[in-house]
């Protein structure tokens, strides 16, 4: 039997999973890491030093209960936040710290970026519909502003995941997925945009060479393999960006599917045969980890994180009981919001406690929690916010629906996915199928099926998938349920309606 | 000698008795949800007996904590809030429980108030003093009459709480101006039951008790309840008043100028006028003109139905720590809730909320909205649970601003507001009060106004005091005045400008969840 390896480098921590050939895990570990944050100067930064030493513990702690021999693991790829990115010298040092996708610090370059070049020419070419300083081309224009020294010295810009492969392979190499959130590719003709790169006044060498995900880059090196306990005979393959990669992981290869992901916020994948640029400008256009096909990336700014909220404030009585009886504080929730019927009781949650994603597109929208009276407890308060993340999550994909991209069952991954109730209601509320997987990290298992097509252990992303991936639970809506929610779903959009302007 | 006042609030009754300055010898307080029901969702019904058990139980305890021998009680008078009604048979038992003033049945009564609004809104409030609303008595009469005909056939009397008692105790039918104003059926200027009214609606005045003024003697403690309630029999009873009215006057709240904010389970506010105010623009604003059990003054009174209720809703669902705590230190679970809210700040970091959670009350047409519900708006991750529970006392003091503002704008000019209720007890909520409002509050030395109120109206009755004036003189004392913090009070401002606007934003959507039937009564 051989085994393939799956990092996920996730928002918090990195997560390696070694598979086998059938899909199943045999070693997990998980190693946090932190970021450098300044709210003031609104930057959040990466220590790459740090970053490649929980990466190394991460991917040791793995193989310390691996009990094969290493060698068997015949693959391996990572999937990443493609837009955190770090300037490396000739030497292929670090020149600063990395600059990481959730820093804010290049506003005004945005919006230079945006005015000089235009909207709709950038929206044609890399599928972003705007500009925003998530995108390492506009801290790229920041670095040649406020740190010419790097600017000038800079040999590399290294998305993490580029870096990694570096680190294990001495290859520069970028997949076309990861490329696609720099805001310097094309998405259709598959190549670094040079209008753009001249605009940021930098040369094409001064990226990663372009590749597909899942194609084979080399042997982990000598060095590489002393220093993570990984054999030399493993081979390294393009892997993807998180969202390209968890789509993959669970099975989202096709159109009309879509994986939903309930973490901290929502997230929504949805898989095209062709680019579809959305009319409104609201919704990216990316590549997909699988040949020439695109997704669809949608998200809140709020999601599983309203509960955790709700959960740290008015819990605490909860979250002591979880401790004693050692279970999870969430299971003890979902039981109390288990007992309220469906609707809570006409109680309605607007989840935008940090502001509005998709499609209200608001960063001023506020969190409301709506028609309360003396009788509503603290089960209808917990339900009511599930419920505003499966409203949420309706309204994203009937924003799918009016660019003509059909949905006919969600995938539901991410920590939301353990509550049975949320799964439930999610489905009750889109009238749509919801199905969960046995193994949650989706990303580590795309990335490890990626590996495996580089290695041609399967013949197509189809076969794959068929023998990679295993469901859980298929959750079906239930009739009396969807007719409470549709009219609770029209309430949500009205009090959104009636209130964005007081925000 | 002494003297009792007996309180009936909205959930709890109260048996209290003063010495002559004042100062209470003993107060007993009991919760009477015992003796409350709801048989179906939005129903809330009072069982009589049990009722009466109840104040019995505050009576006899309240005398025998107080080492006092009943016969140095020169008499009694009883506080009662309004509405609420018990019909008797001939045979004088109760015909059936009586609806409490919230009970929300038959849609919120559309069709009593259909009634109503076919007699005329603004009649019927330029002769009652009482607006539109579901609350009042002759909506429940009517419901009563057009719903259960058989039952209200058997109505030989209709006792409203105060005259209840007074009929348990002495035997007689009799109630007074201030508490009659709260059925709807009062003119009050004529200070008699509207035979205007009457005669429109088909209720015949027979059923009604008799009416008198605040503190006038209605008879003697008979036998039979001296011996269930430990009063020495032949002891005076007189009649009381409306509880808000004897807040009014325990608080030595008498003359134009004065007013008082009580938060209780309801949030109340209210100033003294010489004159009734009953014009198209107090109407429109909600403004109950009730009486003041001192005579010829009157009362222009506004309220929001949740209040102290919502902090304990937020107590009893969300303060299981704050309960506990309590529990191991001694203290008020309050206390420490609103610690929390200290700790916060003017303005609660932006959540605003809005105080509905037992519908609307007056101050925004429509009045006493049933539809309408709570809401909490504007709430981010950074948000604490101080915060909230900030937002609850800011908004619920919000909503009393709104009522203070409405008093004034119908030329009630008001110098100083005094606090009473069991928010008073917060020294925090005072300060709040004062910053929110922009008005001196003082707090008085007896927060629980109605029973001392009664027990001066008592006290009147049987001469003790010669005027309403002299017997405040006695014993009305103040402990400590707040005045506004210019720095809050500028916050508060802006806020304020916000919070009025979210009842008419919200509104539509309250309509559109009626409409769609997904609030069903």
Known sequence: MNYFMGVDLGTTSIKTLIFDERGYVVSKAVKEYSYIIDPLKRTVELNMDELWKAFKQSVKAALKNFKVKRSRIIGLAVSDQGDTFVPLDDYFKPLRKAIAYLDNRSEEESKLIEEEMGADKIFKVTGQPHVFPSYPATKILWIRKNEPEVFKK??????????LIYKLTGTFVCDYSGATLSLMFDIERKKWWNEMLEFLNIDETQLPELKPSGALIGNVTDLASKETGLSVETMVSTGAHDHAAAAIGAGNIKPNIVTESTGAVLGLVTTLNEPVYDEKRIIPCNCHAIENKYLLLLYGKTGGMVLKWFRDEFCQEEIKKAKLKKVDVYDILAKKASKIPPGSDNLIMLPHLMGAGMPENNPKAKGVLFGITLGHGKGHVIRAIMESIAFMLRRNIELLKEMGVNINEIRSIGGGAKSKLWNQIKADVTHIPVVT?????????????????????????????????????????????MHIYDEQYQMYINIYECLKNLF | MYLLGIDLGSTVCKSAIFNLDGTPVSIIGKEFSSALSSPHYGWLELDPEAFWKIVVECISESIKIAHVNPKDIAGLSVSASGELFIPISKNEKPVCKAIYWSDKRALGYRDQLNSIKKFGALRIYKITGYPLSPI????????????RHKLFNKIYKILLLEDFVNFKLTGSFATDYSLAMTSQMFDIKKKKWSSEILSEMEINEDILPNVYPSGRVVGEVSLEASKETGLAAGTMVATGGLDQSCVAFGLGVINEGEAFNTTGTCEIVATVSNKPILNERSFHAGVMCCLHVIENKYLPLEFLPSSGSTLKWFRDNFGEIELKEAEEKGVDA?????????????????????????????GYEPFFNPESKGAFIGLTLSHKKGDVIRAILEGITFEARLYFEILEKLGLKIKEVKAAGGGAKSKFWLQLKADIFNKKIILPSVTEGASLGAALLAGLACKIYSTPSKAIKEVCKEIAVFKPNRKALTIYKKHYEVFKKIYPILLPIFRLMVKQKLYNY
């Open chain 1, 437 to 481: 997987l046995r193994i949650e990290e989706a990303a580590s298992l795309g990335v490890a099926i990626l590996a495996g097509l580089a290695l041609k252990t399967f013949k197509s992303i189809d076969e794959a998938c068929k023998v990679m991936i295993h469901f859980k639970k298929k959750y079906l809506p239930n009739l009396k349920n």
């Open chain 2, 136 to 147: 009042p008595s002759l909506i429940k009469l009517l419901w009563l009459k057009h719903e």
């Open chain 2, 334 to 362: 309050y206390s420490i809730l609103i610690e929390k809210a200290a700790a916060s700040q003017p303005g609660s970091f932006g959540i605003f909320m809005l105080p509905h959670f037992d519908g609307s009350g007056s």
């Open chain 1, 154 to 163: 800079t040999a590399i810009y290294a998305p993490i995941e580029s870096y």
